[in-house]
């Protein structure tokens, strides 16, 4: 079992900036890759970006070139920088961390991206 936190989410203007973070507790197992996932209202939830253990990463085209995935300096913590910001942003963000075949969700964090 692993266990995420996420944090960071809040109210912002468009065209502003939030950091999101993601601690995974500790696991026997090697995390393989952490992502960030969102869902709207009404909406299916989506990839957002990923990270795999060796550092190489993926993201959505909605937000390529205005989000930002890293890990930390800290084991199994994980970072997502929302720059550039849209009202279609908005959303609830979740933290994923995939160990061995099973994926582990966050509690998930409002993002709210006023116009």
């Known amino acids: 079992q692993v266990r995420l936190v996420e944090s960071g989410g809040g109210l912002v203007q468009a065209g502003g900036s939030l950091r999101l973070s993601c601690a995974a507790s500790?696991?026997?197992?090697?995390?393989?890759?952490m992502a960030w996932h969102r869902q709207a209202p009404g909406k299916q939830r989506e990839l957002v970006a990923a990270?795999?253990?060796?550092?190489?990463?993926n993201y959505a085209a909605s937000v390529k070139g205005r989000f930002t995935i890293f890990r930390g300096n800290t084991k199994n913590t994980m970072y997502l920088q929302l720059n550039s910001l849209k009202p279609e942003d908005t959303a609830v963000y979740f933290c994923?961390?995939?160990?061995?075949?099973?994926?582990?969700w966050g509690q998930g964090t409002q993002v709210t991206v006023s116009s």
């Open positions: 990270i795999s253990i060796d550092g190489s990463t």
């Open positions: 994923a961390a995939y160990v061995r075949h099973l994926t582990y």
């Open positions: 500790e696991t026997p197992f090697n995390i393989n890759a």
